[in-house]
């Protein structure tokens, strides 16, 4: 009869998503169920009273079933998606190196001094922009159900690529900052003074980072 | 008795943090004291209890983990939070002002 509940409570879950928390719930029910159905035995009932006194008492559990319906998301990246992620990360890292050889190859051996910085810049520009597409077009993290816990995961997961989003874009500006930073010394030989781009840099990337704090600190 | 349900409905929420008040406790207990409380007038239907400790549980006003029965199926208990306590506190005082107010009503 025991058995008869729980493939009672079993079946009314047939077409929930099997997720943990459908599986606890199931669970803590059936648990709760052969209690009472103990406690019905104990008051003198025969087994099919106290199975039927059970039964009646449960309600309409599509009340309980819906609600776990709403919410299921799969939030991890398929096999495929990590794939394109990796290429375009080796891709975005390819380019920042052979940036300065671009510079090198142009001003050196067809001597275009202006050709090879802008070819440079345009390595930088396209390899940022790979990693800030890769970056932005991740599924973000879904809550698969309302508690903390999801919460919180979905919290960190937004903060997670904000700062991978920002990692990105500053070594792309430092790299800039570094090319700018040679390219005046060994073209215009601005030794003595051309040290304070760093300080400018830094202050120009504090400033984003106050900023970048501010807005998601709106939006929060 | 029709009346008496739909009202009892409305604050089945606040029934369940009541008796989360003085112990931690699980969905048949819970049941068992309200039948008890009632002189077996009323029982919560499954469905209703369950989804009341989701929607409570998921407002932050119980927590739940789950028991360590040495025998049979694991329990899963329910605890009321600080946050559940005030809103107990509200909802209680809400029903005072309610049963005055019908009272010159009805």
């Known amino acids: ?5 729980r493939t009672t409570i079993t079946r009314a879950f047939d077409d929930v998503p099997k ?10 029910l059936i648990s709760n169920l052969i209690e009472k159905f103990n406690d019905q035995l104990k008051m003198g009932k025969t087994e099919d009273e106290a199975y039927t006194t059970v039964i009646a008492g449960l309600g309409d559990l599509s009340e309980l079933t ?12 398929s096999a495929k998606d990590r794939q394109r992620n990796a290429l375009v ?29 802008v070819m440079m810049f345009l390595f930088i520009a396209v390899a940022t922009g790979l990693l ?7 599924p973000k993290y879904i809550k698969d159900d309302e508690t903390l816990v999801e919460e919180f995961k979905e919290w960190k997961a937004a903060k997670d690529k904000d700062k991978a989003l920002f990692a990105a874009l500053s070594s792309a500006f430092w790299l800039i900052v570094v090319a700018i930073y040679l390219f005046v010394n060994f073209m215009y030989g601005w030794w003595p003074f051309s040290w304070i781009i760093f300080i400018i840099a830094a202050a120009i990337q504090n400033i984003a980072r106050a900023i970048f704090a501010l807005t998601r600190h709106e939006r929060d | 008795m029709n009346i008496t349900s739909d009202i009892l409905r409305g604050h089945t929420e606040t029934i369940i943090l009541k008796q989360l008040l003085s112990k931690d406790s699980y969905g048949y207990e819970i049941n068992k004291a309200i039948q008890d409380l009632t002189n077996h007038e009323f029982e919560l239907k499954e469905a209703t209890l369950y989804s009341a400790f989701r929607r409570l549980e998921s407002a932050g006003l119980i927590t739940s983990y789950w028991g360590d029965e040495a025998t049979g199926a694991r329990r899963r208990y329910y605890m009321i939070t600080s946050e559940g306590k005030r809103v107990y506190a ?15 009503l009805i």
């Open chain 1, 1 to 5: 009869m025991i058995q008869k509940i």
């Open chain 1, 19 to 28: 997720t943990k928390k459908s599986a606890e719930l199931q669970e803590e």
């Open chain 1, 66 to 77: 819906e609600s776990l319906k709403e919410h299921h998301v799969l939030s991890a990246p």
């Open chain 1, 89 to 117: 990360i080796a891709i975005s890292v390819g380019l920042y190196i052979l940036s300065p050889m671009a510079l090198i190859v142009t001003s050196e051996v067809f001597d275009q001094d202006v050709l090879g910085l």
């Open chain 1, 132 to 138: 800030i597409y890769n970056q932005a077009s991740k």
């Open chain 2, 90 to 104: 509200q909802n209680r005082k809400d029903w005072e002002d309610a049963k005055l107010l019908i009272d010159s």
